[in-house]
């Protein structure tokens, strides 16, 4: 169950180094890092607590400030890969700004620090440093598009070696959500 973040941040020390190694906070001024430790909140999680759910909606950017995050996508009740995370590692971003429900399940594989940034901290960005929000959303979309690459080349590597059998559930899960996005593109479109 997702935890409320209450506890501030007093460490500027510990954080903002690692802050500085996230690719989502490149190119960003000491100033930027600065501002965003000020938005950040502190939460706290048990091991083998579960942090979000896959399909639950996304309400902050995750970034492990201590211990270990285990990320589970599912397909059809079966585990399809497990990714861990470890500290300066940050996830949830894609689907925060794609205001779209979560890819994947995170448990907490150890007890395990989080610092969290929430979507209203991003809307307060946008109203009142555009630049500072204009270098996150094209961060974060560098990041996403550095994913998509692996998985294509992961994709295409299953597919040269053979292994169509082991790729079709992913495929499956991909066309309809491709077809649902060409979709929507097609009426945001007719809107304009």
């Known amino acids: 169950m997702e935890h409320v973040p209450r506890e501030p941040l007093l460490d500027v020390g510990r954080v903002l180094p690692i802050l500085d190694k996230i690719s989502i906070f490149g190119g960003l001024s000491e100033t930027q890092l600065y501002r965003i430790f000020q938005q950040l909140k502190k939460v706290n999680y048990d091991a083998n607590e579960l942090i979000f759910h896959q399909g639950d909606h996304p309400s902050y950017i995750y970034i492990v400030l201590a211990g270990r995050v285990r990320l589970v996508f599912d ?67 560098r990041e996403a598009s550095r994913r998509l690459h692996q998985t294509d080349e992961l994709l295409l590597h299953y597919l040269h070696e053979g292994h169509l059998h082991e790729v079709e559930p992913i495929l499956d899960m991909v066309e309809p959500r491709a077809q649902l996005a060409q979709r929507d593109d097609r009426r945001d479109q007719d809107v304009v």
């Open 75 to 141: 397909v059809d009740d079966h585990p399809l890969s497990k990714t861990e995370l470890d500290q300066g590692a940050c996830f949830g971003e894609t689907s925060l700004i794609g205001v779209q429900s979560h890819s994947a399940s995170a448990v907490a594989v150890e007890d395990t620090e989080l610092l969290v940034l929430s979507g209203e901290t991003l809307s307060l960005f946008f109203e009142q440093d555009k630049t500072l929000f204009s270098m996150l959303i094209l961060n974060i979309a």
